[in-house]
Structure formats: structure tokens, C-alpha cells
């Protein structure tokens, strides 16, 4: 082998050079497209601080969360301000229906029959009706008209009237009924103090032909109307206008009307 000269160092680096070059562009197609990549970026590129575009990502997320938070509480508040009102409106209505169920309504009253005791000049009486006094009678009924109310009267006092004339007094009974009930009140009223009756009405009494004769009764009475959710108290006066025929004996009343000051 002459003429050959021995490798040097450099040349030895050369041929390695050389045949590592070689094996990269011998190695097989499935080497170069692996899967798996290996990037390696310069120190002087790696952000130590988010770039701007991931601060408007996030203020963007942070606004688009309060809003929906705000909608939430929005919706929660409708929704508990439409139940109050809800709410208020049924105890409303629940209010008005029992206020109307519970009206106090006065009880009606009206005059069934009335009795005239010696009533005729004293000197046309008997031996042994002279000295009695007239006295009248009345028989009075009283309609509760509250389906749900009691009433209850305490003592009053009763006038009997002819003429702006009070002919006579007496006191009207305590008494109590239920709801819708029905009482029948007795009178029983004496002649005024000085034990006379008007003249014009012994002239009415003494006339044989009947007429009708227009009288009042007037009566003032404590009330008390009551339920469980309301009582109610007045002091009630009532005025009864009736016409009557024939004053000797039990007289027919022909009409009546009794009005109150409740």
C-alpha cells in the first residue's frame, strides 16, 4: 500500500461528520414521521407575564359572570317580590270575603198587636174600673236578619206617642237571640205621670164609629252585636209608626213601620 498517507486526527472527524450526515438521509420514512416532537424554543421568547390577549379573555369571562350572576339575583328577586304580592293578595281577598261575611246589619222590628186597658173616660167605667189607670200593651217582634252575628239588647225604655203626646212609659226587657232567630217582645206601658189621657184621644176612644188612629212607639235600647272576628255596641233608638182601629178592645193594626238610628 504505498503512496497511501495515515489519517489524521482532523480527517477522522471529517468521516464521522460524513457518515453521520449519510445516516440521516438513509434513515427509513417511518423514522422521520414519528409522532413525538421535540420543540425547543429560545429562552429569550418564553413570556414570564400572560400576554394581553389572555387579560381581555379573562376580563371578558369576568364580566360575562357578574352579568349572569346579576340576572340570577334579578330573577330571584322578581320571583320572591311576586310571591309577596301573591301572597298579599290572597290574605286581601281572605280579608274583604270574612268583612263581608261579618257586616253588622240592625235587626228588624215591627208591631204585631197592641191592647188599650181603661182607656175610656173614667166617669163611663165601672164601679170597679174607676180608679185603675189606663195601660197599654204591645207584643213586639224582633228579627235578627245577621246569619252569623248574635244580638243582644240590655234594659231600655219605651214611650208610647199620640200626637207629640207621650200617653205613656215603660221599659223594654233585656234580651238576646242568635243569628237569624226570632223573638217576641211583651210591653207592658202605664199612663203618663199625671194619669190623663188627651182629650182629643177619649174623644177618638168614645166615638162609636171606628177610625184609624196613627200612633208611635219609640224605644231606646243598648245593642250589642257579636261574632269572633268583630263585636259591635250602639245605643239604638226605634220608631215605630202604626195605624190601629178600635182602642176599646184588642185593636187591629192595619200597618206599621219601624225605623232605627243604626
Known sequence: MEGRTPLTGNGKKSINKLSSATSLRLASPSDRTSDTFVVQIPKDQVYRVPPPENAKIVENRTLKDNVQRKRKIGRRCCWTLLGILIFGIVIGITIAIIHMLYIPKCPKFSVVNVHFKNVTDPNNRDQGQKNQHPKFEFDLKVNNVNER?????????????????????????????????????????????????????????????????????????????????????????????????????????????????F
Open 149 to 261: 252575628m248574635d244580638v243582644s239588647f240590655g234594659d231600655g225604655k219605651t214611650n208610647f206617642v199620640y200626637k207629640k203626646h207621650d200617653i205613656g212609659q215603660g221599659k223594654y226587657p233585656s234580651n238576646s237571640q242568635r243569628g237569624l232567630g226570632t223573638n217576641n217582645i211583651h210591653l207592658n206601658l202605664d199612663v203618663g205621670s199625671n194619669g190623663k189621657l188627651p182629650s182629643d184621644l177619649l174623644k177618638t176612644i168614645e166615638d162609636e164609629n171606628k177610625k184609624i188612629v196613627i200612633m208611635s212607639l219609640m224605644i231606646h235600647v243598648p245593642m250589642e252585636i257579636k261574632s269572633w272576628i268583630k263585636n259591635l255596641k250602639k245605643d239604638l233608638t226605634i220608631t215605630c209608626d202604626f195605624d190601629v182601629e178600635d182602642l176599646t178592645k184588642k185593636s187591629k193594626i192595619m200597618s206599621n213601620e219601624c225605623i232605627t238610628d
